[in-house]
């Protein structure tokens, strides 16, 4: 099978490539910012096809997605304040750039486009520019004859995630951790999120992709609360990191005490008896990352 993957060279995009390539897939990434050595050194030499095209030349799009059969979108600007300072960027990247790989998908023949969506709770740029696309994703699937599963995505973790300059909560607390600082926490920290492998969100799109008709947007988590202080927490004891927690005021663009959770039930119907990885080891496992990865910069030993 052919699978084409717009930002397959992003943390989650990549994490795609990785269980396509694992499937025996041919791969193709399309990003406008990589060259083929970058592409290589990521994923085996030879092992993906790169195809660089500016996302907004949609005749390039279209002969890219040419012959694919599947396509999975993960290209756009993340944020939350961040985008607020650029919001006619943050349109033209999350909703014109989702709209212009939906038609190019449809022009090129392609049967079937995945679409990562958030929980939609916050009022901020990011969430508005993600319910826009997801609505224009129901739209197009509704209109024409391509299906275009909608999952969205509750707190992506794992190793590879960029420690900036939006800020996540996973790789800021890791390098907080490894610091030896306590741990920026918003609020009073009792909100909650629902945490999920990267590895586990790429299985789920594949799987989605591969395995249901449905039209209705799923939620992509666990469905396991735990508050904000409890992930910190953790991730001082898999840090081995004795300077606890410090409170600041939430950010704008947030709501204290949300309570986010995935409700798996519809997902679980959709994808079956999917196994998601342990949360404690995988985390231990993350945090050893960053710690490798960043240990001249923090000052500790490979």
Same mark, same amino acid.
């Given at each position: 099978? *052919?699978a084409?993957?717009?930002?397959?060279?992003?943390?989650?995009?990549?994490?795609?490539?990785?269980v396509?390539? &694992?499937?025996?897939?041919? +791969?193709?990434?399309?990003?406008?910012?990589t &060259?083929?050595?970058? +592409?290589?050194?990521?994923?085996?030499?030879?092992?993906?096809?790169?195809?660089?095209?500016?996302?907004?030349?949609?005749?390039?799009?279209?002969a890219a997605?040419?012959?694919?059969?599947?396509?999975?979108?993960?290209?756009g600007?993340?944020?939350?304040?961040?985008l $607020?300072? $650029?919001? %006619?960027?943050a349109?033209?990247?999350?909703? +014109?750039?989702?709209?212009?790989?939906?038609? &190019?998908? %449809?022009?090129?023949? +392609?049967?079937?486009v995945?679409?990562?969506?958030?929980p939609?709770?916050?009022l901020?740029?990011? =969430?508005?520019? *993600?319910?826009?696309?997801?609505?224009?994703?129901?739209?197009?699937?509704?209109s024409?004859?391509?299906?275009?599963? %909608?999952?969205?995505?509750f707190? #992506?973790?794992?190793?590879?995630?960029?420690?900036?300059?939006?800020?996540?909560?996973?790789p800021?607390?890791?390098?907080?951790?490894?610091?030896?600082?306590?741990?920026?926490?918003y609020? $009073?920290g009792?909100?909650?999120v629902?945490?999920?492998?990267?590895?586990d969100?790429?299985?789920?799109?594949?799987?989605?992709?591969?395995?249901?008709?449905?039209? =209705?947007?799923?939620?992509?988590?666990?469905?396991?609360?735990?508050?904000?202080?409890?992930?910190?927490?953790?991730?001082?004891?898999? #840090?081995?990191?004795?300077?606890?927690?410090?409170?600041?005021?939430?950010?704008?663009?947030?709501?204290?005490n949300?309570k986010?959770?995935?409700?798996?039930?519809?997902?679980r119907? #959709?994808?079956?008896?999917?196994?998601?990885?342990?949360?404690? &080891?995988?985390l231990?496992?993350?945090?050893?990352?960053?710690r490798?990865?960043?240990?001249?910069?923090?000052?500790?030993p490979?």
């Open positions: 099978m *052919k084409v993957i717009v930002g397959g060279m992003g943390f989650l995009g990549g994490a795609v490539v990785n396509l390539l &694992s499937r025996g897939d041919e +791969v193709v990434v399309v990003d406008p910012h &060259s083929q050595a970058l +592409v290589d050194e990521r994923f085996g030499a030879g092992a993906v096809r790169l195809a660089v095209v500016d996302m907004g030349d949609g005749a390039a799009l279209t997605l040419r012959g694919a059969d599947e396509v999975y979108h993960f290209g600007r993340l944020g939350t304040t961040e $607020d300072s $650029d919001v %006619i960027a349109i033209e990247a999350n909703v +014109v750039g989702a709209v212009t790989v939906f038609e &190019s998908a %449809i022009a090129a023949g +392609v049967p079937a995945f679409y990562p969506s958030k939609n709770v916050w901020n740029t990011y =969430t508005i520019t *993600k319910v826009a696309a997801e609505e224009f994703a129901r739209l197009f699937a509704a024409h004859a391509i299906r275009i599963p %909608i999952l969205r995505l707190n #992506a973790y794992g190793p590879g995630q960029a420690t900036g300059p939006v800020r996540k909560i996973i800021s607390f890791a390098m907080e951790a490894l610091r030896g600082r306590p741990l920026t926490v609020g $009073d009792e909100q909650t629902d945490m999920i492998h990267a590895e969100a790429a299985r789920l799109a594949v799987a989605l992709m591969r395995g249901t008709s449905s039209a =209705t947007p799923l939620d992509g988590g666990r469905g396991i609360p735990l508050t904000v202080n409890e992930v910190a927490e953790a991730v001082n004891r898999v #840090a081995g990191n004795t300077a606890g927690i410090r409170h600041v005021p939430m950010r704008k663009g947030e709501t204290p949300t986010l959770v995935a409700n798996i039930g519809p997902l119907d #959709a994808v079956g008896d999917f196994q998601f990885v342990p949360w404690e &080891s995988t231990a496992d993350t945090v050893e990352w960053y490798r990865r960043y240990a001249s910069e923090l000052g500790v490979r």
